[in-house]
């Protein structure tokens, strides 16, 4: 029999003398993921674990409470992009307590002219709401009337030449 292949990487390994039982490679990147995966399964199915590393959380917040405010400061890029997925988590949360509604009461017409529209609209299970074609129709900014046509609304393609 060969030697074991890692269940992360793929590759083959050889088991520790210590550990003859071993599923996963020495390479750092593989035993990360082993301890998050453990790390994961064990705050799931063990309620004990899970109430030790809330509590270490809470501690160590107590010990360091203006550690979050300062790191924000140092660090817009990062906060901008947690904010970012923050709303596509949001949007994602309200879409999925929408997944039952068999009512077309989103969709009537109502005096906030306030619409169900979006990507994630469509795969809404058991939502039996009728569908709808939306134009959006925008008006030219002010200043921006005599401005020359590009090529892309000339049908041959080419900018039209001026008269001489």
């Given amino acids: ?65 203006g550690y979050w405010k300062q790191y924000r400061e140092g660090h817009p890029t990062s906060t901008q992009q947690n904010r970012e997925q923050q709303k596509a988590r949001d949007r994602k949360q309200r879409i999925c307590r929408l997944a039952n509604n068999t009512s077309a009461l989103d969709l009537k017409h109502s005096a906030a002219q306030v619409w169900l529209v979006g990507p994630g609209t469509r795969d809404l299970a058991n939502n039996n709401s009728a569908s709808a074609q939306i134009w959006v129709i925008e008006t030219l900014p002010p200043g921006r009337a005599g401005a020359a046509p590009s090529c892309k609304q000339h049908s041959s393609g080419a900018a039209a030449t001026p008269a001489a």
């Fill in 1 to 65: 029999m060969g030697e074991p292949r890692c269940r992360y990487c793929q590759k083959s390994f050889r088991p520790s003398k210590f550990q003859p039982r071993q599923t996963v490679c020495s390479e750092a990147d593989c035993q990360q993921r082993r301890s998050s995966d453990y790390h994961k399964e064990k705050i799931a199915s063990d309620p004990e674990y899970r109430q030790v590393c809330q509590d270490s959380s809470r501690k160590w917040r107590a010990a360091h409470p």
